[in-house]
């Protein structure tokens, strides 16, 4: 993805539209993390030890399996609805909001496989690397609409035509990757992996309901190129074979 916004860059302004295009697409800003934040932006509330100890527990030795310096802060969001998890922050300060329904709908264990799944993408530090590609994705988007104004033939002007659809492919590849990636070191960290696969068809069962996945037809396989997570039966899958190694 830097290699290719750097590309628009040069094809719009030579060396220094390179650099001005590669110094905007790597400026992040970290996500701001506090009580009052997660409540007013999120509408997610603090969850205490006091209130949950045995999963405040887990949560403590997982962390410390995966290598944090401290546990994430723990909010849950008020929709009895939705069956979800967010992961914000990196290793050095985090948390995870986990949705009513998701409380509810699923057990101590299963709630820890999907917590082990939020932990992992802190600890690999996804946020960043997800806030840096959208990042890029925005300035090859940008770059090339800028360079679609100068008249070019052939090969330049067919780069920056397709520049935006590479790059949000590179974007969502680079997604499904890290959640491939935060499955594997979820199995780590928890002692229960069955637990956790349940807590994965438990989502895809609220999300699609009854239906049941059938071999794909070529248009539909092309289509999970731009899905942003994989679907949930290639999750257990690679779950499944990992297990058994």
Do not use: K
């Given at each position: 993805m830097l290699l290719l916004?750097?590309?628009?860059?040069?094809?719009?302004?030579g060396e220094e539209g390179a650099h001005w295009a590669v110094s905007g697409g790597t400026g992040t800003t970290p996500a701001s993390i506090s009580p009052e934040t997660m409540l007013r932006q999120y509408g997610a509330h603090r969850l205490t030890p006091q209130m949950w100890p045995a999963l405040?527990?887990?949560?403590?030795?997982?962390?410390?399996?995966?290598?944090?310096?401290?546990?994430?802060?723990?909010?849950?969001l008020p929709d009895p609805h939705s069956m979800n998890a967010y992961a914000l922050g990196g290793p050095e300060?985090?948390?995870?909001?986990?949705?009513?329904?998701l409380l509810r709908g699923m057990t101590l264990g299963e709630i820890v496989g999907?917590?082990?799944?939020?932990?992992?993408?802190?600890?690999n530090n996804d946020g960043w690397a997800m806030a840096l590609a959208a990042g890029l994705y925005r300035t090859t988007a940008l770059t090339a609409l800028m360079g679609a104004g100068q008249r070019r033939d052939g090969p330049l002007a067919l780069l920056l035509s397709s520049a935006p659809m590479v790059g949000q492919m590179l974007h969502m590849a680079l997604s499904r990757i890290r959640e491939f990636d935060a499955d594997a070191v979820a199995l780590d960290l928890v002692d229960d992996p069955h637990a956790f696969l349940t807590a994965l068809h438990k989502?895809?069962?609220?999300?699609?309901?009854?239906r049941r996945r059938q071999p794909a037809p070529?248009?539909?396989?092309?289509?999970?190129?731009?899905r942003s997570h994989p679907e949930t039966w290639e999750r257990v899958g690679t779950l499944l074979r990992r297990s058994w190694r």
């Open positions: 916004v750097a590309l628009c860059g040069w094809v719009v302004g405040f527990d887990q949560l403590q030795g997982m962390s410390r399996r995966a290598g944090l310096p401290r546990p994430p802060e723990l909010y849950y300060h985090s948390a995870v909001t986990l949705t009513e329904g999907i917590l082990a799944h939020e932990v992992a993408h802190i600890s989502l895809e069962h609220h999300h699609n309901g009854d070529p248009s539909d396989d092309m289509l999970r190129f731009l």
